[in-house]
């Protein structure tokens, strides 16, 4: 792949970044996941405003939307993509070793494109399996979660635990045991007719596609409470899904041992999603 580096498309084996760089020496930096569809980013500007805040909140410069546009749109014309996978990560940059982010110059910036990989049909019918994780989600006070930093390991250590017991994915609890989110997703549940999910004051990104969500199910007539939910009403629902920018509305089939059906609001959710995909990206063809 063709891989944009600090303002220039390079081939992917041009494309290294210094081992003194101290995104990778203490995970001191940010990123952003998006997906293209028929040329088109979804969401672009969303992700570009959250991506500068999260440099924000690490006290990070972050460059100009029209730079990051441009970044992102370039690496996907150089890999000739249409529907596609597509990674900004900002870094502090090189820097000698030791903490201080003032040692370091200027920021890496890398936009990485890549084919999308659909996810399995399977997992859409019938839904995937979800444990809950002992590792428990950062607390807000320590690294908040709104930050999408390049430090993932609490999200890697929950991800190991989902792996080791056969799952899919992890759901993560806060230190007080609420709800928080998945390792790359937030979490939706049905009981009665009502929408749930946790709130964004118990420690979680707040998801674009959960922004989207929320804002589809309220405008076609179905209630949604965000709260402080504990994990036995996640176990007491009638449906369960998650949301992220790749997968879009998944399914689940099963929580620990308890299993569900694919309820009807998680498909008309999904299906709405679709069309507001399809209405953004025929609204914003280039
Ligand atoms: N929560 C976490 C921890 C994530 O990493 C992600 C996405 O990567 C999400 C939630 C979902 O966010 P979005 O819908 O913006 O993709």
Redesign the pocket.
């Known amino acids: 792949m063709n891989i944009f580096l600090d303002g220039l498309i390079v081939p992917e084996a041009e494309a290294v970044v210094s081992v003194y760089d101290h995104g990778f020496l203490y995970g001191d930096g940010i990123y952003e ?1 998006m997906r293209s569809y028929d040329g088109v980013v979804f969401m672009l500007s969303r992700h570009i405003k ?1 991506l500068q805040r999260s440099a924000h909140l690490i006290r990070l410069e972050a460059p100009e939307k029209e730079r990051l546009t441009d970044a992102v749109y370039a690496t996907i014309e150089a890999n000739n993509l249409s529907d596609a996978y597509i990674r900004i990560t900002l870094s502090r940059g090189k820097g000698p070793i030791g903490l201080d982010p003032g040692l370091c110059g200027k920021h890496t910036l890398v936009v990485i494109a890549e084919p999308f990989r659909e996810y399995p049909a399977l997992c859409y019918e019938r839904g995937v399996h979800l444990i809950f994780a002992k590792t428990r989600r950062n607390l807000a006070e320590a690294v908040d ?1 709104k930050i ?1 930093s390049l430090n993932f390991l609490n ?1 890697i250590l929950a991800k190991m635990e989902a792996k080791e017991r056969g799952a899919y994915e992890a759901v993560m609890l806060n230190a007080a045991g609420f709800l928080t ?6 979490i939706f549940f049905v009981r009665h007719g009502i929408l749930y999910t946790p709130s964004v004051a118990a420690g ?2 707040d ?4 922004e989207l969500v929320i804002g589809l199910a309220r405008k076609n007539g179905i209630k949604v409470e965000e709260g402080k939910f504990y994990p036995e009403d996640l176990l007491g629902a009638s449906e369960v899904f998650f ?4 997968a879009e509305v998944m399914p689940v089939a099963r929580v620990e041992d308890r299993e569900f059906e694919v309820g009807e609001i998680t498909r008309v959710l999904r299906s709405l999603y679709r069309a507001e995909v399809r209405r953004y990206v025929s609204n914003n063809s280039r």
């Open positions: 996941t959250r979660p999408k999200n989110e998945g390792t790359v997703c937030n979680i990104l998801g674009i596609t959960r949301t992220n920018t790749t």
